[in-house]
Nanobody, 117 residues
């Protein structure tokens, strides 16, 4: 059974940090690229960061460059998103995705991040 389970979300003050984790099971995680998406209330889901299967190539949306870092541990079948200098506009449900091509992709159910004082 394929599963992606996100954790680490919560309420944080502006300027704070959170580390999201996404634990995968039921497929060969090390052969899949991964990404974090987010969806704020009333907005479309957007790609935040992506990482290739071996972790050597990462990409970020401009709004999080220099603040967020995506990484993965294939031995633990887990992908991470370290979020620093959080802003209220980072408030959203964060989802992880693993994919191997345009047809085979898996999504988690999301974890809520709220940035507020």
């Amino acid at each position: 059974q394929v599963q992606l389970v996100e954790s680490g979300g919560g309420l944080v003050q502006p300027g704070g940090s959170l580390r999201l984790s996404c634990a995968a099971s039921g497929f060969t995680f090390s052969t899949y690229a991964c990404a974090w998406y987010r969806q704020a209330p009333g907005k479309e889901r957007e790609l935040v960061a992506s990482i290739n299967s071996v972790g050597g190539i990462t990409n970020y949306v401009d709004s999080v460059k220099g603040r967020f870092t995506i990484s993965r541990d294939n031995a633990k079948s887990t992908v991470y998103l370290q979020m620093n200098s959080l802003k209220p506009e980072d408030t959203a449900v964060y989802y992880c995705k693993a994919w191997i091509n345009k047809i085979i992709e898996y999504w988690g159910k999301g974890t809520l991040v709220t940035v507020s004082s």
